[in-house]
Antibody, heavy 119, light 110 residues
Framework: EVQLVQSGAEVKKPGESLKISCKGS????????IGWVRQMPGKGLEWMGI????????RNSPSFQGQVTISADKSISTAYLQWSTLKASDTAMYYC????????????WGQGTLVTVSS | QSALTQPRSVSGSPGQSVTISCTGT?????????VSWYQQHPGKAPKLMIY???KRPSGVPDRFSGSKSGNTASLTISGLQAEDEADYYC??????????FGGGTKLTVL
């Protein structure tokens, strides 16, 4: 069974750093893309970026370029989303999703990680 | 990269059909046959309903269908059921391994 299990909810202060994770199981982690999607409170889905864990080839949305870092450790089948300096506006639910196909669609999703940034 | 345009809400009665539109540009929806649709119930993760414009993953009822004409993709749900009430998002490949989502549509089953 394909599963993506994300790390738990986080409460952080502005200016702090954070790294959340997404662990894949039940499939060959290095042969599928992993994408990250933001959903701000009461708002829609926003595509942030995507990584090929096999070689860490990463593509970022222009909207998020320089704001977050996407990485992966294929030895433990885990992808990451990282911030160096959090802002209150980073408060959101973050989903990882497996990308399938040549121009991927997202067929399996993690349960989401809620990040709250507040002083 | 602007979000794709979806109606904010649509509604229908049980048994009826509804269609949700998703309008982009020739740089995304119109330029590629890689539109997908996602269903999201409150408090839940999104679920893939349609991919590559018209294809249904296994397990998705055939009441759900997708199409595209020019820069506009559409999701049609026939034989509406109460459990179809959810938010629906389109997503299109936009070139150079980037994607863009629509703003989302709230479907109400009356």
């Amino acid at each position: 069974e394909v599963q993506l299990v994300q790390s738990g909810a986080e409460v952080k202060k502005p200016g702090e750093s954070l790294k959340i994770s997404c662990k894949g199981s039940g499939y060959s982690f290095t042969n599928y893309w992993i994408g990250w999607v933001r959903q701000m409170p009461g708002k829609g889905l926003e595509w942030m970026g995507i990584i090929w864990p096999g070689d860490s080839d990463t593509r970022n949305s222009p909207s998020f370029q320089g704001q977050v870092t996407i990485s992966a450790d294929k030895s433990i089948s885990t992808a990451y989303l990282q911030w160096s300096t959090l802002k209150a506006s980073d408060t959101a639910m973050y989903y990882c999703a497996r990308g399938s196909g040549t121009y991927p669609y997202f067929d399996y999703w993690g349960q989401g990680t809620l990040v709250t940034v507040s002083s | 990269q602007s979000a794709l345009t979806q109606p904010r809400s649509v509604s229908g009665s049980p048994g009826q059909s509804v269609t949700i539109s998703c309008t982009g540009t020739s740089s995304d929806v119109g330029g590629f046959n890689y539109v997908s649709w996602y269903q999201q119930h409150p408090g839940k993760a999104p679920k893939l309903m349609i991919y590559d414009v018209t294809k249904r993953p296994s397990g998705v009822p055939d009441r759900f269908s997708g199409s595209k004409s020019g820069n506009t993709a559409s999701l049609t749900i026939s034989g509406l059921q109460a459990e179809d009430e959810a938010d629906y998002y389109c997503c299109s490949y936009a070139g150079s391994y980037t994607w863009v989502f629509g703003g989302g549509t709230k479907l109400t089953v009356l």
